[in-house]
């Protein structure tokens, strides 16, 4: 018995020192990149992979169940399940660029459209001129799509472009059958996610093995994209109109990477499986690739493999497809945008010239205007409360909106209660909506920052946000009326004057934190209440739609503009899309208002908020000349950077040496001017491309930034048949003698007809450079 329990307590003590061993050698998996495939054919570069891994781990069985996916069509590299030291050991091989662990990005109208000048009424736009972007191919990589919704009919669209080679992939409740002459690729990708979520119950899950859309954003975006045209829809009655995508008749496909884990934790998308779909898309021969998510702070060097989207998108452009992101969702904080790589379009949020006012009607008669998207019945007057203690200075929960459930002294049954909160998000005031009503509560009234998100209350319960200066209206009426009552109307839509345009608070702001002298975001689309397609599980779902607010609903508004300016110039580079739509955007909104920037307080936006201001589809299409920009303008970026050679060169596929000094990279050619450390002065260089009227003379108009001097030489361009391109030199100096913060202006180039405008922003940094010299 004695010897019995000795071997016993050995097979134990055994188990535990393996056990041990494991969890020391625990694989995970990890992404290694090996920058431009070196061969055309992608069996020979995945074979290439398992040779590879076969060599690290020991046998060609070990390799291919290590194997997650292999990267084979846009660039070279693989994700496996290795150990640390496993890691560590294939990064030393000269031919691999970076290793890493894998990780997670988060995601980020009948209305946009006419807003923006692309009525489908009018016989003579770019909507009509581009036969709404027929023949122009949008890759979406997101949560699915659900293809049932009547934004992805192919009804009048023609047969599918001859450059896709691409298809259907089948999974859960979904075959090819599902796909048509609108969306005409969906795939799906998992491995990435599930080899580091091996808890991960699939039959449990309620998203599906497939790629179906089970939370609605991927749906939402496509539709927003390139939906098909569907009369007679509404939310909830409000902004009844017409439905359709930017291009209508441009074809989708929805590339699915990013999965739904249950209603706390949400989407998640990890980085390997992003990756994959990009790489699939440039094989299947996508044209403009939407991505409606991304990082967060700080950001990672565009070479450093943990920024993937920033290396898939390098590869994408690299072989002309325009890579649209949206900017982020942490705004107003400055430096918070992100997306920031140079050959990527970075996108901002603004509002619409649409709103949603409810009335407010106080027992005094007096009306008060609030925001909600309430469509119930009108609640007559009814007895107005603010949960507070009269006698008690120091009831710290009295009237705070996230306080309600802790404030039980109150009774709120039969009741409209008033609330106050500074919380950025919805959900506080969706829970407190939750708590009233469940109190027996008739109604509530929200007084927050006035450019937060709107969004209906469950069960159309009314609740009406209004500011805190109306609340504090409201406050002073129940505290000095015996019988404080109020009336709530149903909300009405309003469009047009007087509503104006504003950088939404949540959108993602500059400058950019990583390299402050490339102005992100690039442009601003409307991000705010966006009426397009959804899943029917959509919590906020009504008739197969729903309003959404984010960078992720502007990025594809981007996405739609470019597939129509890609049907009319199919030859334009990556770069050539954004500065035409950089240039040409509005500084004001389309009635000549100006755009503020909402936020803690507001202010008028400017580059930081906006880039180049708010999309103008219409002069996009023919922007005069362009700042153009092709792989060796990138590699100069990457070289001012101070990116090491050897990875430039992996990832841009040929030898690279960086020039001594290193170039400048005030010298990038993009659409603006950013200059974050001027001392002195510091002469800037530019080359425009005429893409205009062959014989074209174009003379400069310079709007300074405040207490700095710009000099441009030559100031005037000429173009002929034989000069299509013309360089350009602009002296920057400072008056200033302190340090400054960013001050702003323009530098516009005119022919009378064209007006080829980019922004500059210009910081005196006199200490800095004090410092940096001594």
């Known amino acids: 018995m004695r010897n019995f329990r000795s071997s016993v307590l050995v097979v134990l003590s055994l188990i535990i020192v393996l056990n041990v061993a494991r969890a020391s050698a625990k694989s995970k998996v990890h992404i290694v990149y090996l920058g431009e495939k070196q061969h055309d054919d992608p069996e020979f570069v995945t074979e290439s992979h398992h040779q590879m891994l076969s060599s690290l781990l020991g046998s060609k069985d070990d390799a291919h169940e290590s194997m997650v996916y292999s990267y084979r069509h846009g660039f070279s590299g693989f994700a496996a399940k290795l150990t640390k030291s496993q890691a560590k050991k294939i990064a030393d091989s000269p031919e691999v660029i970076h290793v890493i662990p894998d990780g997670y990005y988060e995601l980020a109208t009948t209305r946009t459209w006419d807003y923006l000048g692309l009525s489908a009424d009018n016989s003579k736009n770019l909507l009509s001129d581009t036969n709404m972007g027929d023949q122009t191919i949008i890759g979406v990589i997101d949560t699915g799509v659900w293809p049932e919704s009547e934004s992805f009919n192919d009804n009048g669209v023609g047969p599918i472009p001859s450059h896709w080679k691409g298809g259907c992939e089948p999974g859960e409740n979904f075959s090819s059958i599902n796909c048509n002459r609108k969306l005409i690729g969906a795939k799906y990708f998992i491995n990435g996610f599930l080899a580091e979520n091996q808890g991960f119950n699939t039959t449990e899950s309620p998203d599906y093995i497939s790629a179906r859309d089970f939370d609605g954003h991927g749906t939402h975006v496509a539709s927003t994209v390139g939906g098909s045209f569907v009369p007679n829809v509404s939310y909830k009655g409000l902004a009844k109109g017409t439905l359709r995508g930017g291009a209508p008749r441009a074809r989708i496909a929805m590339y699915k990477a990013c999965w739904y884990l249950n209603e706390l934790d949400g989407v998640t998308c990890s980085f390997s499986d992003i990756m994959k779909a990009i790489d699939e898309a440039i094989h299947d021969g996508v044209d403009v690739l939407s991505l409606s998510l991304g990082g967060r702070i700080p950001l990672n060097s565009e070479t450093d493999l943990r920024d993937g989207i920033a290396t898939g998108a390098f590869h994408a452009v690299a072989k002309g497809i325009v890579v649209v992101c949206a900017g982020g969702n942490a705004g107003p904080a400055s430096q918070t945008v992100v997306n920031t790589a140079p050959w990527i379009v970075t996108v901002a949020a603004t509002t619409l010239d649409r709103s949603f006012p409810t009335p407010i009607i106080l027992g005094n008669n007096q009306v008060i205007l609030g925001q909600a998207m309430y469509t119930g019945p009108e609640l007559g007057f009814t007895s107005v409360v603010y949960p507070e203690d009269p006698g008690n200075s120091y009831d710290t929960f009295s009237g705070v909106c996230e306080s309600l459930n802790l404030n039980p002294n109150h009774t709120m049954a039969g009741k409209v209660i008033l609330c106050f909160t500074t919380a950025r998000d919805y959900a506080v005031v969706s829970r407190a909506a939750s708590f009233v009503k469940a109190a027996g509560g008739l109604g509530l009234i929200i007084a927050r920052n006035p450019g937060y998100n709107l969004a209906p209350c469950s069960d159309d319960f009314p609740c009406v946000a209004i500011d805190y200066e109306l609340g504090t209206d409201i406050l002073f009426y129940i505290r000095y009326t015996g019988s404080p009552v109020v009336k709530i109307q149903p909300s009405r839509t309003l469009v047009g004057e007087p509503v104006g345009t504003k950088v939404a608070t949540f959108s993602s702001r500059g400058p950019n934190s990583i390299s402050p002298a490339i102005l992100k975001p690039d442009i601003a689309a409307p991000g705010v209440s966006i009426l397009a397609a959804t899943s029917p599980n959509e919590t906020l779902n009504a008739g197969g739609f729903v309003m959404l607010s984010g960078t992720s609903m502007a990025a594809p508004v981007i996405s739609g503009v470019i597939a129509l300016l890609k049907s009319l110039h199919p030859d334009w580079s990556p770069a050539a899309f954004r500065s035409a739509i950089v240039t040409t955007a509005w500084r004001t909104d389309p009635l000549g208002e100006q755009i503020f920037a909402d936020g803690s307080s507001r202010k008028v936006a400017d580059p930081f ?166």
């Open 609 to 774: 908020d906006y880039g180049g201001g708010l999309v103008n589809p219409e002069k996009a299409a023919e922007p005069g000349l362009i700042y153009d920009m092709d792989p060796q303008d990138y590699i100069l970026y990457l070289c001012s950077a101070g990116d090491n050679e050897s990875s430039i060169s992996q990832l841009v596929g040929q030898v690279t040496v960086c020039s001594n000094p290193k170039p400048s990279v005030l010298d990038v050619n993009l659409p603006s001017i950013t200059i974050p450390n001027l001392k002195d002065e510091v002469t800037v260089a530019r080359t425009v491309t005429n893409v205009g009227p062959s014989n074209s003379v174009y003379k400069v108009a310079v709007e300074p930034p405040l207490g700095v001097r710009v000099a441009v030489t030559p100031e005037t361009l000429v173009f002929n048949s034989k000069t299509k391109s013309v360089s350009f030199t602009v002296l920057v100096s400072t008056t200033h003698k302190i340090n400054t913060g960013f001050y702003f202006g323009s530098l516009t180039w005119t022919d009378s007809v064209h007006n080829v405008v980019i922004p500059l922003s210009v910081r005196t940094q006199i200490l800095q450079n004090y410092y940096d010299e001594n």
